[in-house]
Nanobody, 124 residues
């Protein structure tokens, strides 16, 4: 099973930026659908962005498109989420997830490997 470790969360003011990292071990990130999810207090976990295996097609949720950028460094076996123009509504615990196979569903239950999460807090 792929193992995932996130880093890079923190507290910023609205309009600021953060970059999250998700380092994978045991298997290459190019072999999995790699996704970022987030969960705010009292809310369900929601998909933020994902990158498909092999060809690296990238999807963004409408709420973050144009502000967040997902990238993959195969040599470092790491996936990144660059978050710009952060807003208070982006405040959440952010999780990296991986799923075998060729598809990248939005449902969190479809992902078998998860990191421990990293907190992002955006103040107004």
């Amino acid at each position: 099973q792929v193992q995932l470790v996130e880093s890079g969360g923190g507290s910023v003011q609205a309009g600021g930026s953060l970059r999250l990292s998700c380092a994978a071990s045991r298997y290459s990130v190019s072999a999995f659908c790699m996704a970022w999810f987030r969960q705010a207090p009292g809310k369900e976990r929601e998909a933020v962005a994902h990158i498909s295996p092999i060809f690296g097609n990238i999807y963004y949720a409408a709420s973050v498109e144009g502000r967040f950028t997902l990238s993959r460094d195969i040599a470092k076996n790491t996936v990144y989420l660059q978050m710009d123009s952060l807003q208070p509504e982006d405040t959440a615990m952010y999780y990296c997830a991986a799923r075998g196979g060729s598809s990248c569903p939005e449902a969190s239950g479809e992902y078998s490997a998860w990191g421990q999460g990293t907190q992002v807090t955006v103040s107004a």
